[in-house]
């Protein structure tokens, strides 16, 4: 097993200093972060060995073409081992997974780590010299997560560091804030937005129509404000807002002009190939019904 030592303050240097000649020279100014990856966290922590206090892993994303943005899409957990004077991360296990995730998802790469804990270890400016590097030549995000909920909450900061002094030593690290956010994708929204509608935590999932049945009564409750909001300003018992104004106009350009006719076609056509579909999926399953339960006579 390929293992990574990292030791505390004297050997560092020597242990890295070939490395060092390689730094990151773009640092990131914003951080968007998948709820999934969180989750992925808190998992790895709830399944840490009886001895660790606390866990870390690669996270993996996009960033910007000038890489002053960074989209936190996914992570994997990286064993490690500390003690009071080293600690000690599986390097294979690090560049086996990360190849692995290549192979599903290739535009994704290393844009930093993770930490669970209220504060920093003593360890974390080396293990973010090491994650520099595989970051190169950008800086990486160093992601902490406050598993232990010292202010009554879940707590999750984004970092990154920064040298000080004279010399290029890995220990000489200061980890500086940035600024962080949440982003929703669709289908992680929807799956939120059920966890958090049951109030016991478990609550079975809608069907497509029921779902699309919401989407539509929402989509219609929004145009009746946007023509409620038309008609006063025209009526003049609102006030018209230009800013308002000019995000209408925007949004009504993009709606593709199409006449009645061709789209009622164009909807009975889709209409058609989606109740296609439907029946041949239905009659797969009936055939792979039927062969199974004649394999279990045979």
Known sequence: MSMLN??????ASSLVKSRTTTTATTTAQQCYIHPVVLFSILDHYLRR???QDRVIGTLLGVRSDDGRVVEIRSCFAVPHFETNDQVEVDMEHHRSMYALHKKASSREQIVGWYATGNKLSKYAALIQDFYSREAAPFNAVHLVMDTELSGGELGIKCLQGSPVGAGAHPENCLF???AHE???PDAELTALQAAADSSEGLESLVSDMEQLERTIEELHSMLERVSEYVSGV???TSKANNVVGKYLMD???VVPKVDTKQFSSLFQSHLQDILMVA???NLTRAQLNITDRLQRIV
């Not at 990292?6 to 050997?11: F, K």
């Open 49 to 51: 060995n009886d001895n």
């Open 6 to 11: 990292l030791n505390l303050p004297a050997l």
């Open 251 to 253: 949004m009504l350009a």
């Open 279 to 281: 029946y041949l999926t």
């Open 182 to 184: 949440l982003q929703y």
């Open 176 to 178: 500086l804030p940035l």
């Open 234 to 236: 025209c009526n003049g």
